[in-house]
């Protein structure tokens, strides 16, 4: 059973531009959960979502960022219009209901 | 809201020496789980060993092991017999059981000297 996969590993933007992180969850896994940790910081709850539904979006910036889990394919991450401040490691886990699993992040850099 | 606290931005411990990683946390709730990842350099995040509160027995996993003090909020890692590669930064994280969202502390920074 593969691990939780991210993708792209690492991301270069430049300012303005749309980011997209991909997870694809542990096969049977229906709940996801993004976290974005910034420079020396610990993980920061962002969204859980489960298939076609946003369960909790209370650690989502109100603009710029949007997240989707759909019936087919991967959750998506989407943020809009980048900025320095969005550059960090996003993390992606998934669960089947209990424990969390992480994925191996995906770095964002803004230049 | 509940807050995880961890007050040692960094330690060290020798070889196959005992380390004690500290953590806090506030919380209005009898009902959650504790839970301590270790994140290595290759940023994978690693669940070391999970508490869930209303049990007393503190859990154990091999050479890790939690001295959970309820009353305290306290949960601490207890790491035996330190081998090189848990070097590493290990967070604290904390989670409602009416929630699934978990809550990190800042973590600590773990070297392990030869």
């Known amino acids: 059973n593969a691990g939780v996969m991210q993708n792209p590993r690492h991301l270069v933007r430049r300012r303005g531009q749309e980011a997209r992180l991909r997870c694809s969850p542990m096969?049977?896994?229906?709940?996801v959960y993004w976290y974005r940790q910034l420079p020396e910081e610990g993980l920061k709850f962002m969204v859980y979502l489960q298939k076609e539904n946003i369960i909790d979006e209370s650690g989502m910036p109100k603009e710029r960022f949007s997240a989707e889990f759909p019936k087919e394919g991967p959750s998506i991450l989407r943020i809009q219009q980048v900025v320095r401040g969005d550059s960090a490691a996003y993390f992606c886990?998934?669960?089947?209901?209990?424990?969390?699993?992480f994925g191996p992040g995906t770095r964002l850099t803004v230049l | 809201a509940q807050t995880v606290t961890q007050s040692q931005p960094e330690m060290s411990v020798q070889e196959a020496e005992t380390v004690t990683l500290s953590c806090t946390y506030d919380t209005s709730e009898s009902d959650y789980y504790l839970f301590w990842y270790k994140q290595p350099p290759s940023r994978q995040m690693i669940l070391v060993i999970r508490q869930e509160a209303y049990k007393q027995q503190n859990a154990t996993e091999n050479r890790f092991s939690v001295n959970f003090q309820k009353a305290a909020k306290s949960f601490s890692l207890k790491i035996s017999d330190s081998q090189l590669g848990d070097a590493a930064m290990y967070f604290c994280a904390y989670r409602s059981r009416d929630t699934d969202k978990l809550i990190f502390g800042t973590g600590t920074r773990l070297q392990v000297f030869p």
């Open positions: 096969k049977g896994h229906s709940h």
């Open positions: 886990a998934s669960s089947p209901g209990d424990e969390q699993f």
